[in-house]
């Protein structure tokens, strides 16, 4: 075997640009829909921490017609002045990785973007950016092109206000998708308005017409009200501020009567999904503080857990930090130590005061705690017995068809609307590697129905039995014996109100397999198109439309359902993996995920009516 010459010569050194290009992920976390939007929130968060300097009041964000977002904001304007390097500071920042004004501690005490590679990201990923600093009297303008300057800085007017404005079209070279969805924006922008008491968020989308403006004086007390205003309260939100260690701790919390625990959990403004130190000091500080108060003041106390106590709870918890540390560029989980024992100790303390002081509204928390215990110990039960063998047994003969790999990395499972439809992927399947379980119906609504109710309803022992993880409290993904889940339903009412359904499912007891990236919604064609001898699918009505003006007229078939596909049809389609497209189920939006179960599962009837109404034109944009 020949040997190869490995020497200085074959270390490659990339610009900061060719870098940033090269591997995007590492930087914003992919190249799809949430890599897209992290684009706009790098620049959004730099509005935001001019906010939380004290210096910036109004922030500007729109979605353009031809494709590209602007942020605009009356900051203090990035500085324009020529830097030692010989550059201005603003060509500095928008093109050198970790170049900022984040790092001194002078201009910014707490900051989301403290990597310092925001912006010059963005440039990087961008078929271009303009930039517009309005500073010192004067009106700075840049323009770039894929991260390259296509001229100096210039001086294009005078003014008597400051401000940055950056405006940025996502590169199609780098990204799958580059639409910006406004759902995914108003929610962001939304939630920082509650997180950043007083500042004025703008969105207008020149696309539709769309335009909210979000503000709030009260912050997250009142957010967490909004979160819950289609539950039941038990009582008042909870809230308190304090600060310790230097650390700045803000805390809403409120239990209502479901039976699922809702945390959001952020550190300077930045959305924390995966939770981190701040989550785990806030949970240890609730659980000590309420069984100190059932042993100081409740006849007869039983010791709670922390799973007991936190069931129907609903908190947010914001904490602002000098030196955060995260877990990777997209900052899903706070890691610093300190953190851990200063919410601790501040929820313990805020939270034993407040009962204390509310005696009948401690009370009903400790009584749903205790509640809690007892559907718990329930649900146990419950759940031993889908472990059983002879109970799966019942549940799977001639339900599941299996694959035969036994190689977990490649098994997938078609969970399938309807007994015909799941004929037809039996048929359609590569029985190697693909596993099916048609589902008879709609299964039970569990945002109403309890885990031990849950348990007893035949299809959802089914797929908990087919999925072999357990479920709820018990559910251990490592156990799963697929690596993709894949919701297929017909592209109607009918089936979108399944997938909802499936998706209440799995978010409320079996969430790793989400927060994984587990679960996987198929994407059936919605039109057959025959012109002559030859074939083409269309997955949506502009799709169909695009086609059309490309081919001209067309035999046109619409599927009403998935029955309606020969199982040839089915896997070229829908199944095959080297022509079909999936859409993986995420949960960084929270917020929307929980609304929408909330209205369109809970027991609000006219909450749901509202929503139906409002929505009709939208209903294809209904799901997660």
Excluded at 301 to 326: H, M, N
Aim: glycine letters at 8%; charged letters at 30%; aromatic letters at 8%.
């Amino acid at each position: 075997m020949e040997r190869s010459e490995y020497s200085a010569k074959d270390i490659a050194i990339l610009s900061d640009l060719e870098a940033v290009r090269k591997r995007p992920g590492m930087y914003i976390g992919g190249v799809g829909i949430r890599g897209l939007h992290h684009l706009l929130w790098e620049i959004v968060d730099n509005s935001i921490d001019e906010a939380l300097a004290g210096y910036c009041k109004n922030i500007k964000v729109t979605l353009h017609t031809d494709g590209s977002a602007s942020v605009e904001d009356d900051g203090r304007g990035i500085p324009t002045e020529r830097h030692s390097s010989g550059k201005t500071a603003l060509e500095l920042v928008l093109t050198k990785l970790h170049a900022g004004g984040k790092f001194d501690k002078k201009a910014y005490k707490v900051s989301g973007g403290l990597h310092g590679v925001g912006l010059s990201v963005v440039n990087a990923l961008s078929e271009w950016l303009e930039v517009w600093v309005k500073r010192n009297g004067r009106i700075f303008y840049q323009r770039y092109r894929r991260g390259v300057p296509e001229g100096d800085v210039e001086v294009i007017g005078e003014t008597d206000s400051s401000g940055t404005t950056i405006r940025f079209k996502p590169d199609e070279e780098i990204f799958e998708v580059t639409e910006f969805r406004y759902d995914i924006v108003s929610k962001r922008l939304k939630e920082l308005a509650f997180l950043t008491k007083g500042i004025r968020i703008e969105l207008y989308d020149e696309r539709s017409g769309k335009n909210e403006v979000f503000y709030s004086e009260k912050g997250i007390s009142e957010y967490i009200a909004i979160i819950n205003k289609n539950k039941h309260p038990i009582h008042d939100v909870i809230y308190f501020e304090t600060e310790k260690e230097n650390i700045q701790i803000e805390i809403a919390i409120q239990f209502t009567n479901t039976d699922f625990e809702n945390i959001l959990a952020f550190a300077n403004n930045i959305h924390t999904i995966e939770g981190g130190t701040h989550v785990i000091g806030f949970r240890s500080g609730l659980t000590r503080a309420i069984n100190e108060y059932g042993k100081r003041f409740v006849k007869k106390y039983q010791p709670l857990s922390g799973q007991d106590i936190r069931e129907g709870l609903t908190a947010i918890i914001s904490v602002k930090i000098l030196e955060p540390q995260f877990e990777g560029q997209t900052k899903t989980k706070l890691t610093n130590s300190e953190v851990k024992t200063a919410v601790e100790s501040a929820v313990y303390s805020e939270m034993l005061r407040w009962l204390e002081e509310h005696p009948n509204s401690a009370n009903a928390i400790i009584e749903k705690c205790l509640l809690a215990l007892k559907a718990r110990q329930a649900a146990k039960r419950a759940r031993e017995l889908v472990k059983r063998k002879n109970d799966i047994a019942i549940t799977l003969p001639g339900k599941l068809a299996d694959c035969s790999s036994k190689n977990v990395e490649e098994r997938e499972l078609y969970i399938v609307e309807g007994e015909s439809a799941g004929g037809s992927a039996k048929q359609a399947r590569d029985r190697t590697f693909q596993a099916i379980l048609p589902l008879r119906g709609k299964i039970l609504n569990v945002e109403k129905a309890g885990l031990s109710k849950a348990l007893k309803n035949e299809e959802i022992r089914a797929i908990a039995s087919a999925i072999g993880a357990g479920i709820g409290s018990d559910f251990d993904i490592t156990k799963a014996r697929y690596k993709r889940i894949i919701i297929m339903t017909d592209a109607d009412v009918d089936g979108s109100h399944i997938r909802t359904l499936l998706l209440t499912f799995f978010y409320r007891h079996m969430r790793p397999l989400i927060e994984n990236g587990y679960l996987y919604i198929a994407q059936p064609p919605l039109y057959r198109i025959k012109k002559k001898n030859k074939l083409y699918y269309a997955y949506s009505e502009k799709e169909l439309e695009d086609l059309l003006k490309r081919i001209g007229n067309a035999e046109v078939q619409r599927y009403k359902g998935l029955g309606e596909m020969n199982p040839e049809q089915l896997w070229e389609t829908t199944m095959n993996p080297k022509t079909r497209i999936l859409l993986q189920v995420t949960i960084e939006e929270a917020l929307q995920a929980e609304e929408l179960f909330s209205i369109l599962m809970g027991e609000d009837v006219e909450a749901r009516r509202q929503f139906i109404i409002e929505n009709a034109k939208s209903v294809r944009n209904l799901d997660i």
